[in-house]
């Protein structure tokens, strides 16, 4: 498996913007897709967005145009791109992983809050 570090949660007032990466270290060589799943107070964890090792992406259906995940396999980062905030995109946001054989790996997460 591999191990997963979440970066660049914090406090944007709406209709501003984050950046959130994730690192990925381990077996790095054999993920197939990363991804990031979002929990908000009370709430289910959700699928934000996910990217295949060949570049492929889902994202959930309310985030399309607002959200955008891309990869860097070089570097074994992935990052979520989030324009145009509100206020109930705020959660604790999750990097997860899957691999050959294994998965999911999960990161210990990173809280995005939006309010004025």
């Known amino acids: 498996q591999v191990q997963l570090v979440e970066s660049g949660g914090g406090l944007v007032q709406p209709g501003g913007s984050l950046r959130l990466s994730c690192a990925a270290s381990?077996?790095?060589?054999?993920?197939?897709?990363m991804g990031w799943y979002r929990q908000a107070p009370g709430k289910q964890r959700e699928l934000v967005a996910a990217i295949s090792s060949g570049g492929s992406t889902n994202y959930a259906d309310a985030l399309k145009g607002r959200f955008t995940i891309s990869r860097d396999s070089a570097k074994n980062t992935v990052a979520l791109q989030m324009n145009s905030l509100k206020p109930e995109d705020t959660a604790v946001y999750y990097c997860?992983?899957?691999?050959?054989?294994?998965?999911?790996?999960w990161g210990q997460g990173t809280q995005v809050t939006v309010s004025s």
């Open positions: 381990g077996s790095t060589f054999s993920i197939y897709v």
């Open positions: 997860n992983a899957y691999g050959t054989g294994w998965g999911p790996s």
